[in-house]
């Protein structure tokens, strides 16, 4: 049995930081892409960053705030996420997939922004 396992949320004040990570358990082949993705309230669930082949793409409202790291021999990802917004408060799902469209979902990991 897969399962993709996260760590890291918790409540941060506006500006703090987080670390999330995400790692596979079970046998399973290098996925082509790791991101993370995340869903507010009411909101449908967004790209937040993806990493493949070493090549990171960012959402705009995250860029230059988040880095995302991957090793997908591995299958780990891990997303550094500094000056945190109230905005970027969300569940924050780690998955990963391969370009045929097989893919992964973790259990989600909550992240709070507020003082």
């Known amino acids: 049995q897969v399962q993709l396992v996260e760590s890291g949320g918790g409540l941060v004040q506006p500006g703090g930081s987080l670390r999330l990570s995400c790692a596979a358990s079970?046998?399973?082949?290098?996925?082509?892409?790791m991101g993370w993705y995340r869903q507010a309230p009411g909101k449908q669930r967004e790209l937040v960053a993806e990493v493949s082949g070493g090549n990171a793409n960012y959402a705009d409202s995250v860029a230059g705030r988040f880095t995302i790291s991957g090793d997908n021999i591995k299958n780990t990802v891990e997303l550094q996420m500094n000056s945190l917004k109230p905005e970027d408060t969300a569940v924050y799902y780690c998955n990963g997939h391969w370009g045929y469209g097989l893919e992964f979902w973790g259990q989600g990991t909550q992240v709070t922004v507020s003082s």
């Open positions: 079970g046998r399973i082949l290098s996925f082509d892409t």
